[in-house]
Each structure stands twice: as structure tokens, then as C-alpha cells.
């Protein structure tokens, strides 16, 4: 179609309804277990996906895809009608999937790619991908989307309460929130992704208190221009969901299941909620 399309990966775990009616076009990334490879989403959905997180064997790996798989998106918008093409990526410190999108920008001539990371995953960087594709639906330019959405990342703030730190310990994602490997008998951590990295945010003593005070938080930033909740494997998913239901927002409240890239690294039991402030709110600029 006509004007810039938007590229992304599997990270952003948009549902296949809102990737088909915002016309985005998403790269998957591989999910390892052992020596089997998986395609994200097309091999291996997220609830299969978390079926096989309940066996005893290795933790899941991912990979990044390589530039090809870039190289194959951008040439499939050009050949639908795109006169630019903007990818938003999983954060670059957490994934080669950034370099990957750039390296094939840099050898791609047909017509401009910008390739912008988000210093998000899961529904924070879906959030992104959703205001964007909107943008350019409506008729937004190239400079105009990598602009806003530049705008949005400032404004954009992603929480999650994980059932442990196994997996991202494991999978060497832990960043910031090392400090709580070791009191995981004591504490229910709330992490946050901010500057693209996995950070401790609080610490709290039961799973009830890390998840009200994940929701106080969240409202207390209201009212919001956007907000989303992603879930895996998480029993108390509906209770979450009842709280965050009344937050005020200018756009619908979506849901989505944690897919298996960050699913692999956050483990079970996770619940997550990414939102976007209102540019006028205090605090926006970061």
C-alpha cells in the first residue's frame, strides 16, 4: 500500500488481528530448545510455546533474525506499493535484531528505511508499532512517524511482575535487577524496561502486593494516551485485568499474550503493562 509501511519483530507479541488490520509487517525472530529451532509465531505459537515451558528440560533460547529476513520485508513493502518503510525494533541491548534491521537498511536503495529501536518489548514496543501504523495510515511522512515515535519512547514506561528470575538470570537479560538474585524467598520483584534495559523497580513481599502496586501505578499516571497488558501462563491474569479496566486512556485498552521472545526470558507467571502518557503530563520528556 501506498505511503510508509511499518516493519517490526515478533517482540512487539501484537496479536495476528491488529498486525492484519494495521497492515504491519512483522519479522520473527528463532526460539531454541536445545537443538530444535522454532519460527516465532508461525512454528510456534505462544500458548504452545508455554505448554513446553512446563517440561523439565532446557530453558528456551532466541536468536535474532538475520538481515535477510529484513532485507526480505522491506523489498515485500516496495513490491505492495511503499514509499518508505519504518522499522521499529526490540531494544538493541537486549537483542541483535536492531543490527540485523540496520545492516539491511544500509544495503537497501529501493526507497528510504529508517530503522528506529524502542527501548521496549512486549506491548510497550506493540504500542509503538500501533501508533505508528495508524500515523501512516493516515497519510504521515517518514520523518514525521521517526519523529513521533521518538517522542512516544520518552513517554512510554513498561512494568511487569515475573513469577521468578530463573529464566532471566539464565538467559543473561537481567541488567539492572541482578541485585535480586538470591532473595527470591523473600521478595515478589516488580521490574520495569527502561532505557532498554531490564531494571529492578520495587521490591515487594507476596504476589498480591507486587501486582497492586504494579496497577496503583499505573493509575497514577492517568489518564493515558495508550495502555496494553501482556500475559503468560499467569493464573491471576483476570484480576489484573479487572483493575486496569477502568484506568482512563484516549485509546481501548489492548491484550495480548507474552509471546515466546520475551516469554523466554521472563518465565511464567509473568504479567506485564506498558502505557503511554499523555505528552502534556508531567514527566513525559522521560
Known sequence: MPGVHIVTDSACDLTDQLVKELHVTVVPLTI???SEELVDRTELSPDEFWERCKGKGALPETAAPAPGAFLAAYEQAVAEGAEAVLCLTIPS??????TSARTAASSFSSVPVRVVDTCS????QGLLVVAAAEEAAAG????ALV?????RIGRSRLYGVIGGLEHLQRGGRIGGARALVGSLLNIKPVIQVKDGEVAEESKQRTRARALAYLTDKVRADA????????????????QVLARLQDIPTDHPLLAAAL???VGTHAGP????????????APGSAG
Open 269 to 280: 507467571n509473568t504479567v506485564g503493562v506498558a502505557y503511554i502518557i499523555p505528552a502534556s
Open 32 to 34: 531454541r530448545f536445545g
Open 147 to 151: 519523529s513521533a515515535t521518538q517522542d
Open 223 to 238: 489518564p493515558l494516551e495508550r495502555i496494553a497488558v501482556a500475559e503468560g501462563a499467569c493464573e491471576d491474569f483476570p
Open 259 to 261: 509471546g515466546p521472545v
Open 93 to 98: 541491548k537486549l537483542s541483535a535484531t536492531y
Open 121 to 124: 518489548v512486549t506491548m510497550g
Open 140 to 143: 504521515a511522512s517518514l520523518d
